[in-house]
């Protein structure tokens, strides 16, 4: 069984930076298809980023050249560094898993999950 604990959400102000942890069980992060996805208030959840078997990194336009999404092999951890908050990034964010090689966006194809870490970006 595959499980997922988040860490690392707060309340920072705008242009401020955050790292978020998804510590993963039951599987090892370098041959798993791991992601971050976040849902605000009254929104759908939506892909944020992800990262291959082979370590290629995709992301939404809203966050390119903003965030990253890494791993710790040693540490089977994911982590995803958001840099120059905005307001809009304000969200739950959530750590998901998938087993397979194809990468996907669609949070329906991802059957782990996280419990979810809270990120308010406000002045």
């Known amino acids: 069984q595959v499980q997922l604990v988040e860490s690392g959400g707060g309340l920072v102000q705008p242009g401020d930076s955050l790292r978020l942890s998804c510590v993963v069980s039951?599987?090892?992060?370098?041959?798993?298809?791991m992601a971050w996805f976040r849902q605000a208030p009254g929104k759908e959840r939506e892909f944020v980023a992800s990262k291959s078997w082979a370590g290629d990194t995709y992301y939404r336009d809203s966050v390119k050249g903003r965030f990253t999404i890494d791993r710790d092999n040693a540490k089977n951890t994911v982590y995803l560094q958001m840099n120059n908050l905005r307001s809009e990034d304000t969200a739950v964010h959530y750590c998901?898993?998938?087993?397979?090689?194809?990468?996907?966006?669609?949070?329906?194809?991802?059957?782990?999950w996280g419990q979810g870490t809270q990120v308010t970006v406000s002045s």
């Open positions: 039951g599987r090892t992060v370098s041959s798993t298809l």
């Open positions: 998901a898993a998938r087993i397979s090689v194809a990468v996907s966006s669609m949070s329906d194809e991802y059957p782990y």
